[in-house]
């Protein structure tokens, strides 16, 4: 059984501060990660995704992968309260596979 | 394009009755998926089509739920009876081929509400 853990949050981080999130993931094959942001009542949608081990940045958003620890991370820098929703971490296993979901961390910017 | 298109976007029956959610995926997508969001369970794949063809219903809970691709451009998911615990967020997603090798995203559409009481 494939699982994705994440912290259910709520994190809360004040306005232009950077916010951290994190997820772990069981299987050791998966290639692709995923991060999706989805808002209170609406559907989830894609913003970062990573292949290799480092970092990837992409405007105020960076994501991080380790394999060896099976950890991926989601950093949003100079966090605004826009950000305010709940973050998927989303891990693919190698080759021909569907997507595995975490349950989400609500993160919450106070101006 | 429009989307993958969901409908209805909210639904509330009564315990017994049975529910039809309809989707309508990305037009050249030939992947479909149906999951369940939940706040106990989050975001639970149910079954995925390609091609019109179930490849994997593994994530269906009951005998209850059924879903069907009669064409490239429509499913559905009925539950039938329904019960009080399926209530929940219910999604569709497509994608292609890029998606299933993980190098593009599943789009999902704006989910059906469903409340069973």
């Known amino acids: 059984q494939k699982e994705v853990e994440q912290n259910s949050g709520p994190l809360s981080v004040p306005e232009g501060a950077i916010a951290s999130l994190n997820c772990t993931y069981s299987?050791?094959?998966?290639?692709?990660f995923f991060w999706y942001r989805q808002y209170s009542g609406k559907s989830p949608e894609l913003i970062m995704s990573?292949?290799?081990?480092g970092d990837k940045e992409d405007g105020r958003f960076t994501a991080q992968l380790n394999k060896a620890s099976q950890y991926v991370s989601l950093l949003i820098r100079d966090s605004q309260p826009s950000d305010s929703a709940t973050y998927l971490c989303a891990v693919k296993g190698s080759g021909y596979s569907t997507l595995t979901f975490g349950k989400g961390t609500m993160l919450l910017v106070s101006p | 394009d429009a989307g993958v298109i969901q409908s209805p976007r909210h639904e509330v029956t009564e315990m017994g009755q049975e529910v039809t959610l309809r989707c309508k995926p990305i037009?050249?997508?030939?992947?479909l998926f149906w999951y369940r969001q939940t706040m106990m369970r989050g975001l639970e794949l149910l079954i995925y089509?390609?091609?019109?063809?179930?490849?994997?219903d593994s994530g269906m809970p009951e005998d209850r739920f059924s879903a069907k691709m009669p064409n490239a451009s429509f499913s559905t998911l009925k539950i039938q009876p329904s019960e009080p615990r399926d209530s929940a967020v219910y999604f569709c997603?497509?994608?292609?081929?890029?998606?299933?090798?993980?190098?593009?995203?599943?789009?999902f559409g704006q989910g059906t509400r469903l409340t069973v009481v």
């Open positions: 997603a497509s994608t292609d081929d890029r998606g299933m090798w993980g190098n593009t995203e599943a789009f």
């Open positions: 990573i292949y290799s081990n």
């Open positions: 089509f390609n091609n019109n063809v179930p490849i994997d």
């Open positions: 299987d050791r094959v998966s290639q692709s």
């Open positions: 037009s050249g997508h030939d992947y």
